[in-house]
């Protein structure tokens, strides 16, 4: 019964998704999954000669901030970076670079490689039926990149990519991550042996998928999986789910071979010291989401911090060079859910659909809040302090730690969720240049490596692709800046409060994007859906 109601429902949503992509390049609206981006009408460039004039340049790799620099950038190609000297001496004009075909007047400003989002889904029509609002808040937040798991379904998937690469849409880069059995011709077809998991894999890499999003499979999947993607130069990530995390968790796919995991799903697990599965309560029921996401925090004191499993552990992820892509943000609604579902940024930015979407109810993934208590709250706040260590010392070691954000669920929105994530690992210790770096270069790492290449993006260096983030504040002193609704300051001459910062502009491929304007365009699909409802 279980399986042929599996058929059923990859039939209809696989129909849904094929019409949608049929639709794609004419860009017709939709009543189905989720409407594609227009044709991109936002954003100049690329230049034959932009040059970005003195600004302070944070390159990504940790190292200290450098400036005033100059960055001409050629078509879509960091050039030439000329630094001119103390920050507080007369710039010398006739030692700066000339013939710009454009100029960005960045004196006082900080430019930061593109951000990088290792986790995304670009929404769905119950929430967020336009793509354009997902991709506009990515873009309008200085993230240039991001890696879908999935973005949607996968032939949709694919195409939104290929648009995307061609700046014939306003988004960021795309990397297309897929769950085996995606694809039109596995409509009818399941995974039931490995060689068949080796046939869906060699199949998605002919489709032009990037890599993997896998869950906690049987061993014997979970190798083919992983042996055939590696094979392949394809990257994978795990969620590692509760209904299987038992026989497969974090150390358990890392030795299979597997280049990295996100979540917390299956890290725990892998530390238990007096257990092997955890001890839920015997009414529990996974497809009860409050049983599912609240038994999660109680795991924190079911591991010893600094104890033998968790040493043997960071050890053992470095040894096969892991990327963790944690995710806290998704998560953080249930250690403070006052404060994610009252943000600053809901009134202008997030749609009713999306407000709906999260307010809690027995249908919508993520939406888990029945009768969530200060017993869940508290359980949750001591999980984060011991997944929070983890991820210090894991990157105090060697370890790489990337950001992803996972929005549109549990009151994250786009955009803004990945400034939350930054500031959640400076909570967890990591110093605000080794944020920037998990934002920029060790994301850029994740996509790269298990492919077999070098990183094309995730630096300010000369040779790398022009994906830069230009704000007028130093996010280094406050990552809040960061935020479309920017920071909160009391103005001591006027004595009012003010918001300062935002992202200024956006640099994908060369192309400059003025990120308010992309902000005032994501408000502007707020305003018109609420006053259509209005209407009905």
Do not use: C
Not at 313 to 340: G, K, Q, W
Not at 491 to 511: F, L, S, W
């Amino acid at each position: 019964m279980r399986s042929t109601l599996k058929l059923q429902f990859k039939a209809i949503a696989v129909t849904v998704f094929a019409l949608l992509f049929l639709a794609a390049n004419d860009v017709q609206a939709q009543d189905d999954y989720i409407t594609p981006a227009p044709d991109r009408e936002r954003g100049e460039g690329p230049f034959d000669r932009l040059i970005i004039r003195g600004a302070t340049m944070i390159n990504g790799d940790g190292g200290m901030p450098v400036g005033p620099v100059d960055i001409v950038v050629e078509g879509n190609t960091i050039e030439e970076i000329h630094s001119l000297g103390h920050p507080e001496a007369e710039i010398d004009e006739e030692d700066r670079p000339e013939d710009a075909t454009r100029e960005i007047d960045a004196e006082g400003m900080y430019v930061l490689p593109g951000f990088i989002d290792n986790h995304v889904h670009t929404g769905g029509e119950s929430k967020a039926p336009e793509a354009e609002y997902a991709y506009k808040l990515w873009l309008s937040h200085g993230i240039t990149t991001v890696r879908g798991v999935p973005f949607g379904p996968l032939e949709w998937s694919l195409s939104e990519r290929e648009r995307s690469a061609n700046n014939e849409i306003a988004a960021p880069r795309m990397v297309s991550y897929h769950r085996p059995e995606s694809g039109d011709e596995w409509e009818d077809r399941s995974i039931r042996t490995p060689e068949e998991a080796r046939e869906w894999v060699r199949y998605a890499n002919e489709k032009g998928v990037d890599g993997l999003k896998l869950g906690a499979h049987r061993p014997a999947i979970m190798e083919a999986l992983i042996d055939e993607a590696n094979s392949l130069n394809m990257g994978q990530t795990a969620h590692l789910g509760q209904t299987g995390v038992s026989r497969m968790n974090a150390v358990d796919a890392a030795r299979l071979g597997m280049t990295g995991f996100t979540h917390f799903y299956g890290l725990f697990e892998s530390m238990y010291e007096d257990r092997d599965v955890q001890p839920w309560p015997t009414d529990a029921n996974y497809n009860n989401e409050q049983d599912r996401f609240g038994q999660v925090g109680r795991q924190w004191d079911m591991i010893d911090p600094e104890g033998e499993q968790w040493n043997a552990l960071l050890d053992e992820f470095l040894e096969h060079d892991y990327f963790i892509n944690p995710t806290m943000v998704i998560y953080e609604a249930s250690r403070n859910l006052s404060d994610s579902r009252n943000a600053d940024w809901h009134e202008e930015y997030t749609l009713p659909s999306m407000m709906e979407f999260y307010t809690p109810n027995l249908e919508d993934h993520g939406s888990y809040f029945f009768n969530w208590t200060t017993h869940d709250e508290v359980a949750w706040k001591n999980f984060y302090d011991r997944w929070m260590a983890f991820l210090d010392d894991y990157k105090d070691r060697g370890g790489r730690v990337t950001i992803g954000s996972d929005a549109g669920f549990i009151y994250k929105l786009y955009g803004f969720s990945y400034v939350e994530e930054m500031e959640l690992l400076q909570e967890a210790g990591f110093h605000p240049l080794e944020v920037v770096r998990a934002a920029t270069l060790h994301g850029a790492q994740e996509i790269f490596e298990p492919q077999g290449e070098s990183i094309r993006y995730g630096e300010i260096r000369e040779g790398l692709l022009a994906d830069l983030v230009l704000v007028d504040e130093n996010p280094l002193e406050n990552f809040k800046v960061l935020y479309g609704t920017g920071a909160i300051r009391l103005n001591t001459e006027t004595d009012e409060i003010e918001r300062v910062g935002g992202v200024q502009y956006t640099i994908k491929d060369g192309i400059v994007y003025d990120a308010e304007q992309l902000r005032e365009d994501v408000r502007q699909m707020v305003d018109e859906q609420e006053q259509s409802r209005e209407t009905e």
